[in-house]
Nanobody, 115 residues
Framework: QVQLVESGGGLVQAGGSLTLSCAASGSIFRINRMGWYRQVPGKQRELVADITRGANTNYADFVKGRFTISRDNVKNMVYLQMNSLKPEDTARYYC?????????WGQGTQVTVSS
């Protein structure tokens, strides 16, 4: 079984920064794509950023220039550095990873940005 566990969420003022982390554990042979999504109540989950095993990155337009995704293939972790946070970034952030050619999701971590 594979588990993804996020950490690093919290309450921050607008303009501030947070770093989210996600650790994959369990019976892991290979992790390909890893990514972060976010969701607010009543809306669909949306892609924030993702990263391939070779560190090619992709960002949603609304976070370009503010967020940075990275990963550690040895530790099986993915990170999301979030700068210049805005109130509209308030959401539950979910980690996802393609592990052993199957997609897994974490439980999410709440990020709240106050104005």
């Amino acid at each position: 079984q594979v588990q993804l566990v996020e950490s690093g969420g919290g309450l921050v003022q607008a303009g501030g920064s947070l770093t989210l982390s996600c650790a994959a554990s369990g019976s892991i042979f290979r992790i390909n794509r890893m990514g972060w999504y976010r969701q607010v109540p009543g809306k669909q989950r949306e892609l924030v950023a993702d990263i391939t095993r070779g560190a090619n990155t992709n960002y949603a337009d609304f976070v370009k220039g503010r967020f940075t995704i990275s990963r550690d293939n040895v530790k099986n972790m993915v990170y999301l550095q979030m700068n210049s946070l805005k109130p509209e970034d308030t959401a539950r952030y979910y980690c996802t990873a393609e592990v052993n050619f199957q997609d897994y999701w974490g439980q999410g971590t709440q990020v709240t940005v106050s104005s």
